[in-house]
């Protein structure tokens, strides 16, 4: 299996946050006439902006040395990015595309965000800069509460 290295890592999660970026941008704009979608999408759009700067920064910051461990967490990385969530036949970007209606588009945000939990994850335990990814993970859980809040709020489910 190809190894995956540090950079790549980083810049996957760049294509990450651009890719959030994007669903939120338009779901904001799908959902416009409804004002609290609309302020919910757009809010987790600005933030997956601030996010993307924040790993465009560590990457900037990066040696090209791998740290201890790295086999294990770069095969742990590759499997995730080769997963159905971001690769596969279902993969994130031809979803967005079809999702219908704002209970779907909330499910999708949820699962993305989930996913992209788990791979920051495995990011903050090979970047020193432990701190900055922290406050990305910390954030991404807020965005799963805040879309559980908004899902049960306007569908009635958990």
Known sequence: MERFSVREVLEQAIRTERLGYEYYSSMAERFKHTEEFRD???TLAKKELTHEQR?????ETLKDEEP???????EYMRAFVESEFFLGS???LTRMKDVKDTE???EFAIGFEKETLLYF?????IVKEKAVVDEIITEEQHHIAWLNRFKERFTGTK
Do not use: P
Not at 55 to 59: C, D, P, T, Y
Not at 121 to 125: A, D, E, F, P, W
């Open 40 to 42: 919910l999408f757009e």
């Open 55 to 59: 790993f465009r920064e560590l990457l």
């Open 68 to 74: 201890e461990g790295w086999d294990e967490v770069s």
């Open 90 to 92: 279902d993969k994130a």
């Open 104 to 106: 779907e588009a909330i």
């Open 121 to 125: 994850n495995g990011l903050r335990s």
